[in-house]
């Protein structure tokens, strides 16, 4: 898709810290895998900024909709995203990216782990693999605080099913009513949701440590480079 002008259909406060921009197609085609981003911007601005699409392309198909996820402290860059309202016009360019999605999983097992923000594209991993009747699927979900977990009430139907497997763990969270995990995501955790090492293809999002500390823990725990994939995430 070439650069085209959208509007927000739907703003929803995803977290304390993010907000979920729906877009409203309006007719246009975008071919996307699940993983892929968009270049968007308020429009007329200059300075679009990358946003992955926190969609699957069915439910994309579906709504005539995509799903942007934009943290309320990501930056200047990004400023303008963070104060359009429903109605507003978004310049919209891609899609574009290589961390997707395979079109056969061919693994025993699929593991997600997302840090903040990051969990934009593994949602719309999850809601294709869902679509296409895999099993074996873990989340590894870490988040600054427990009310920071965007999609949670969505992704805890999916464990109640016993379609997911679902683990949190927060950073920062001082309250004595959280009573899951605590942590930066380590070894402790990478052991309650890794069953099959040598057979589990991962995908892995959020900002640069987590990515980097995560690959280095998969892999010391038998996962090979090849079943590894990854995206770096601001914030």
Known sequence: MS??????????????RSRLLCLNLQGHTLGFKPGQAVMA???????????????????????GRIELLVALDSGASSAHLTRVAAGAAIDVEGPFGHFTFPDTAAAERLLFVAGGTGIAPLRAMLDHALRRGLTGISLLYSARRSDEFAF????????????????QTVTRDESTSWEGARGRIGRAHFDSVLHAPASTLCFVCGPPPLVTESVATLSAL?????????EQWGK
């Open 3 to 16: 650069l085209v002008t959208v509007h927000v259909a739907e703003v929803v406060s995803a977290t304390p």
């Open 41 to 63: 911007a308020a429009h007329g601005r200059e300075d679009r900024r990358p946003y992955s699409i926190a969609c699957s392309p069915e439910r994309a198909s579906e709504t």
């Open 152 to 167: 949670i009430d969505e992704l805890r139907q999916h464990a109640r099913s016993g379609r997911l497997e679902l683990h």
């Open 222 to 230: 038998g996962v090979p480079g090849a079943l590894i994939r990854t």
